[in-house]
């Protein structure tokens, strides 16, 4: 059974930081790229980022360069997102996702538009002012 759970999610100040894993089963990284998603209250779904093991790439929205880092753990079939920095406008449940490209597309915007093959439940994060 293919299966992504995601984990860390939480209440943390602004400026804070927090430290999400989604974690695999069923299938392997090196034939998809794992993203991250969020939505925020009210909001549509949005791209956050992007990591394929098999090219070794990232991508990231333009908000959050610098404040995030997408990583993977390959042993694990796991993958991270270090959000540092925090905002009150990062406040969203995040999701990861997986889909089976071989490299992350740089076309953020369009991310929300592709049927993902895999979905995790998601994990609330609340930033507070």
């Known amino acids: 059974e293919v299966q992504l759970v995601e984990s860390g999610g939480g209440l943390v100040q602004a400026g804070g930081s927090l430290r999400l894993s989604c974690a695999a089963s069923?299938?392997?990284?090196?034939?998809?790229?794992i993203l991250w998603f969020r939505q925020a209250p009210g909001k549509e779904r949005e791209g956050v980022s992007c990591i394929s093991s098999n090219a070794g790439n990232t991508v990231y929205r333009d908000s959050v360069k610098g404040r995030l880092t997408i990583s993977s753990d390959n042993a694990k079939n796991t993958v991270y997102l270090q959000m540092d920095s925090l905002k009150p406008e990062d406040t969203a449940v995040y999701y990861c996702a997986a889909v089976g490209w071989l490299r992350c597309t740089p076309w953020v915007a369009k991310w929300a538009e592709v049927d993902m093959d895999y979905w995790g439940e998601g994990t609330l994060v609340t930033v507070s002012s």
């Open positions: 069923g299938f392997s990284f090196d034939d998809y790229a």
